[in-house]
């Protein structure tokens, strides 16, 4: 079993930024691909970031491409997403992920575990 717990969500004004991060506990970290997600009210779950096990390949939904970077401290057994440039649109509860392998994923059902969501709201 894998436990995550995400934290940093919050309010911010368009424009701004947050850094959300997700703590990892149970199982060895660094044998997990990592993943972001994203659910707003009345729509689905929709993939965001993705990170490789050590944190050097990644890869982006068209939406957050060049405004949100996602990383990871194997070390501190934590996956980051730094969101910049935010807009109302972005106002979602923010998920992380976790998926056992070494092929990035961008779909939710290829993920074995999940945290219980951080909200983020952007205001205009």
């Known amino acids: 079993q894998v436990q995550l717990v995400e934290s940093g969500g919050g309010l911010v004004q368009a424009g701004g930024s947050l850094r959300l991060s997700c703590a990892a506990s149970?199982?060895?970290?660094?044998?997990?691909?990592m993943g972001w997600f994203r659910q707003a009210p009345g729509k689905e779950r929709e993939f965001v970031a993705t990170?490789?096990?050590?944190?050097?390949?990644?890869y982006y939904a068209d939406s957050v491409k060049g405004r949100f970077t996602v990383s990871r401290d194997n070390a501190k057994n934590t996956v980051y997403l730094q969101m910049n440039s935010l807009q109302p649109q972005d106002t979602a509860v923010y998920y992380c992920a976790a998926a056992e392998g070494v092929i990035l994923r961008t779909t939710s059902g290829q993920y074995d575990y999940w945290g219980q969501g951080t909200q983020v709201t952007v205001s205009s």
């Open positions: 149970g199982r060895t970290f660094s044998n997990y691909v």
């Open positions: 990170c490789g096990r050590n944190g050097g390949v990644t």
